[in-house]
Nanobody, 122 residues
Framework: QVQLVESGGGLVQAGGSLRLSCAAS????????MGWFRQAPGKEREIVAGIMYGGGSTYSDSVKGRFTISRDNAKNTVYLQMNSLTPEDTAVYYC????WGLGLPSDQWTAWGPGTQVTVSS
């Protein structure tokens, strides 16, 4: 089994920053593709950013230029630095992993964390 545990969520004012972390353990290789998804109330889960073992990454248009995904392969940890936050970024953020790569729909990501709440006040 793979365990993913997110941390770093919380309440922040608009324009502020947060850094999310996700520690992976269990039956997971550090070559897995890692990603961050989010789900706001009443909305579908959407991918925010993904990163491959070698560092190649993608972002959703809504966060491009504001969020940065990174990973420490030695620690099996992935990070999401979120800057210039807006109330529209309010959601539960989930860490996910898959052994295949980027560009996959959410149902093909094989491991998920329990999520961490991010709330941005106006």
């Amino acid at each position: 089994q793979v365990q993913l545990v997110e941390s770093g969520g919380g309440l922040v004012q608009a324009g502020g920053s947060l850094r999310l972390s996700c520690a992976a353990s269990g039956r997971i290789s550090n070559t897995y593709t890692m990603g961050w998804f989010r789900q706001a109330p009443g909305k579908e889960r959407e991918i925010v950013a993904g990163i491959m073992y070698g560092g190649g990454s993608t972002y959703s248009d809504s966060v491009k230029g504001r969020f940065t995904i990174s990973r420490d392969n030695a620690k099996n940890t992935v990070y999401l630095q979120m800057n210039s936050l807006t109330p529209e970024d309010t959601a539960v953020y989930y860490c996910a992993a898959n052994p295949w790569g980027l560009g996959l729909p959410s149902d093909q990501w094989t491991a998920w964390g329990p999520g961490t709440q991010v709330t941005v006040s106006s």
